[in-house]
């Protein structure tokens, strides 16, 4: 017959490491890690209604909804950490402050301060954890997620000209969820 000789990582050659093989790839058996960042930058941003209309810059001025002018930054950050049936991802975003000329409260302009949120989310395959399988079978196919959203539970400010925030700019009305954690347990049958 067939003579199994060492290889270089000190396996036989025809040696199996258990179910699912080496585990690097799409078993949930490697290690990750990815990380990505973007910021924006906004030059201009303006809108022509009709030829004849003034033209709204929404980065000095004009109005782009209920979170005031166009921000001049936005940066994006997420990340994620796998480990096994372990894993992490964290996103968040920071925005410029901004402001809106002439406000609707009649005291002038709106000033709307910068914006960072984050969001956390754990989870754990609870059926590639074969200790647990085996003792509870119900486990397979199954995840458990952790998830924050908001966690520092920021929500973005609004001052007029008095430094008094409209009635309908308050934090609870444009935002009123603030921080949310939900814990999530699927199972696919």
């Known amino acids: 017959g067939r003579h199994d000789h060492p290889r270089r990582d000190g396996r036989a050659a025809g040696a199996r490491r258990g179910p699912g093989g080496g585990g690097g790839g799409g078993g949930g058996g490697g290690n990750s890690l990815q990380l990505s960042v973007f910021h924006t ?66 005291t002038g302009d709106l000033y709307f301060s910068d914006l960072t949120t984050a969001n956390l989310r754990l989870f754990a395959n609870l059926g590639q954890m074969q200790s647990l399988t085996r003792a509870t079978p119900l486990f397979t196919n199954t995840r458990l997620t952790l998830l924050v959203n908001n966690v520092m539970n920021q929500r973005q400010t609004v001052r007029d000209a008095n430094g008094a925030t409209p009635l309908r700019l308050q934090p609870g009305f444009v935002d009123p969820q603030g921080r949310v954690i939900r814990l999530e347990l699927r199972k696919q049958f």
């Open 41 to 106: 930058v906004f030059f201009e941003d303006q809108i022509l209604a009709r030829p004849g209309v003034p033209v709204f810059d929404r980065l000095n001025g004009s109005a782009a909804g209920n979170a005031g002018g166009r921000p001049e930054h936005q940066v994006q950050v997420e990340g994620g950490y796998n480990r096994g049936a372990l894993g992490l991802r964290l996103t968040a975003n920071w925005q410029s402050s901004t402001f809106v000329a002439g406000g609707t409260t009649g």
